[in-house]
Structure formats: C-alpha cells, structure tokens
C-alpha cells in the first residue's frame, strides 16, 4: 500500500489562511456544527474544488492521505482543510471540535506520551466511533527521526495475516467476542474487532477490559503482538513537518505514532516536542458528484 500525497497549492493555502484570520476558533466550531449553516465563501472557489477532488479520490483509493502544506495557526485551518471530507464534525465537549496535543515526557496519557503508540482507532469505546481522523501537525519532534507515524489499511492487514497464515489472530479479530474498556472514559463496547469491513481497535482497551472482566482469551498478548507485526509490515513511515496532516479513516485503517522525544529548554516544565491538532468526522465523508 502506497500513501497518496497532495500538496495543498499556494492559492488553496491562501484560501484558509484569509478565511481562518477573519474568523476566531471557537465561532468557526460553532458554525460548523448548526446544521442549518451555509457553505463558506471559499468553498466557491475553483482552486478548492480541485483540492477536494483529490482528497475524494485519495480516500476512495486508500481510505486515507497525507496533505502536505497546511497552513498552521490556532486550529482553524485544520478545520477547514477537514471540510474538503464532507461529513459531520464529532464535537467533543459542548461546541469544540479541533483537540491541541502536545506530547509530554511527563505523562502516561496514551494521546500524550512520548513513549511509542500502537496501531489503534481513535474512540474504539464509543457506542459509534467517529468514522475519520483528521491529525495536524504543528510542530513535529524535535528528532526528525522520532514521532513517525504509520497508517495499516484493514484489508492490507487482513491479507498479511492471511499470507503468513496466522488463522488464531485472525479469528480473534473477526470471530471472537471481545470487551474493550476505555478507564479514562468510562466507556466499554462489546462485540467484533472486524465487522462490516471496519474494524474498532486498541490494544489498551483490550488489557484493561482482561484485567477488569478476564474475559479475553489468554492469548491475548500473542494476538496483540501478530497485529503489531503485521501492521508494521504492511505501512510504511510517514514524517510529517509542521503544516503536514494526514487524513484517515477511523474504519478501514489502523494509525499509529511511533516514539517521540522531549528537548528541555528549562528542565523540568519547558520543553519543545511534537504538537498536533486532532479532529472527527462522524460519518465517511460523501462527495457528491
Ligand atoms: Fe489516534
């Protein structure tokens, strides 16, 4: 699988950036969620219908892309470079959408630490986890080898599995009743990691749910790793430099951040490391013709 790449033009840059200058944040958030709000003025523009039929055809491809050259600001170009997907916003909280994240040497938080990620979907807990992620970045690791993140597509996986013939791990993903609790949240589901061609995934939500209701087969781990495996196979690293995004699906792939690092400029609470804006789409995006 080979990520497709769009570099977003001057001119479509230069749409958002007028855009996100002459409106604050939070009002464009609020906009965007009343559903009897009309399209903005640049959605007109020719420049931008051309972005968005690359980024249609990119994700009808490949259910996930890398843009590169967004503009970086508070927030507000990452929310209109995400409305080239159309769908619903996923608010969190009462009328926020775009989530700031700076990686922390400090914290054990799974969105937060510089420790290495795992393959997973975003919300994997959520009664309907939102259907696409949107991840920003804005300032990336200070090592320009660290912080790399990777997309597995599902079916890609799937096959890899397949090939080397490990029929247990893919029985656990498709056949196997399994809990997944999310501690933080609260929040557990119950059900098939791969169902309908989609696939809700954390390694975390999977522990915790065996340590709370031991109720996940022993080989748990051994799953666990085979997935790993296989979904490193099968990506490929993808370093993004500040205004660099990628867009995917939260159904159809896995994504994934490998391990960051933090360079203190005053040891122990000023440090620079990677930051990202994150967003939700609840639905898959619908282009119309
Ligand atoms: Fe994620």
């Keep these: 699988m080979n990520t497709i790449e769009i570099t977003m033009s001057p001119a479509v840059s230069h ?4 855009t996100a200058k002459t409106h604050r944040i939070d009002s464009l958030e609020q906009y965007f969620l009343d559903p009897a709000s009309s399209q903005l003025d640049f959605t007109f523009e020719p420049e931008w219908h051309d972005f968005v039929d690359q980024v249609s055809n990119a994700w009808k491809t490949n259910h996930h892309m890398v843009v590169r050259n967004m503009p970086t600001d508070n927030g507000a170009s990452t929310l209109l470079a995400a409305l080239s997907l159309p769908a619903r916003f996923k608010p969190y909280r009462d009328q926020k959408i775009v989530k700031h994240f700076k990686m922390s040497p400090w914290t054990e938080e799974l969105s937060q630490t510089i420790k290495e990620g795992h393959f997973h979907t975003d919300l994997n807990t959520a009664p ?4 696409a992620t949107v991840i920003h970045c804005i300032k990336s690791d ?3 080898k660290m912080g790399v993140s990777r997309v597995a597509l599902l079916s890609d996986l799937i096959n890899h599995l397949e090939k080397v013939g490990a029929t247990e791990t893919l029985t656990f993903l498709t056949e196997t009743q399994v809990d997944m609790v999310d501690e933080r949240k609260q929040s557990a589901w119950s059900g098939l990691i791969v169902e309908s061609d989609a696939i809700r995934f954390h390694p ?5 749910a ?9 080989d748990l781990e051994a799953y666990l790793a085979q997935i790993h495996e296989s979904a490193l196979a099968v990506s490929e690293p993808i370093h993004l430099a500040p205004g660099d995004a990628i867009f995917v699906s939260n159904k ?20 620079q490391t990677r930051e990202i804006y994150v967003l939700h789409l609840q639905e898959e995006p619908q282009w119309s013709v």
């Design 128 to 131: 309907i986890p939102p259907a």
């Design 204 to 208: 975390e939500t999977l522990r915790a």
């Design 142 to 144: 200070p090592d320009p």
């Design 210 to 218: 065996a340590r709370r209701l031991n109720s996940l087969p022993e």
């Design 15 to 18: 749409l958002l950036e007028v």
């Design 252 to 271: 159809r792939a896995l994504h994934y951040r490998g391990a960051c690092t933090a360079q203190f400029t005053m040891f122990p609470h000023e440090f």
